[in-house]
């Protein structure tokens, strides 16, 4: 997209103009609706730090022409937990991640294909950065997209081999034989 404004931005007349006032706008990094989220979420995190408020809080917060915005996402995955589950919930979100990226690190030298494993952690890797600036995780199709190809590089499970002794499968218990009356 960014791309696109650009190479449009570039040529005259009205078209021009209107991409080049869009590239101005979106295509930055900066933008008050985020950093005014960013801002109401440290604010509610300070408030409720250890449960947080639980999920479907709305971030309220006056900008800067002193009307107040309201934003449902923080649009940053990690910010989003410290709010909805607080410290804790932020937490346990830490711990899974690296029990991820721990099997994920295991299996570099026994997955099935190197290529696989490496788009792998590529593609959780792309997930993790994105989540810090989007709210990824609420379209389950993506976040189950990763999760098939983080389970695609794990070594597949081998059965565990239970030792069983010839002698005691012959020998029967002296129960076995009796009939109930």
């Known amino acids: 997209m960014v791309a696109g404004l650009a190479l449009t ?12 006032t869009v590239a101005a706008v979106r295509a930055t ?9 960013l801002d109401a979420a440290g604010r509610v995190v300070g408030e409720h730090p250890l449960t947080g408020v639980g999920p479907g809080h709305h971030l309220q917060w006056a900008g800067p022409d002193g009307v107040t915005r309201f934003l449902g996402y923080v649009h940053n995955e990690y910010v989003q937990v410290a709010v909805d589950l607080g ?5 346990l979100l830490v711990v899974l991640l690296v029990a991820i990226a721990r099997l994920l690190w295991i299996a570099r030298t026994t997955a099935a294909g190197r290529a696989r494993w490496a788009g792998a952690v590529a593609a959780a890797t792309a997930f993790a950065v994105h989540s810090g600036f989007d709210f990824v995780w609420h ?8 999760m098939v190809l983080v ?3 794990l070594p597949t499970p081998v059965a565990p081999v239970v030792a069983t002794d010839p002698v005691r499968l012959n ?11």
């Open 9 to 20: 931005a570039g040529g005259g007349g009205v078209l021009g103009d209107a991409a080049r």
């Open 29 to 37: 990094l900066a933008s008050p609706t985020r950093t005014g989220a």
């Open 87 to 91: 410290l804790v919930g932020l937490t």
């Open 139 to 146: 379209l389950p199709a993506v976040l189950l997209t990763v």
């Open 151 to 153: 389970g695609t590089a």
């Open 171 to 181: 020998e029967r218990s002296p129960h076995e034989n009796e009939t109930v009356k």
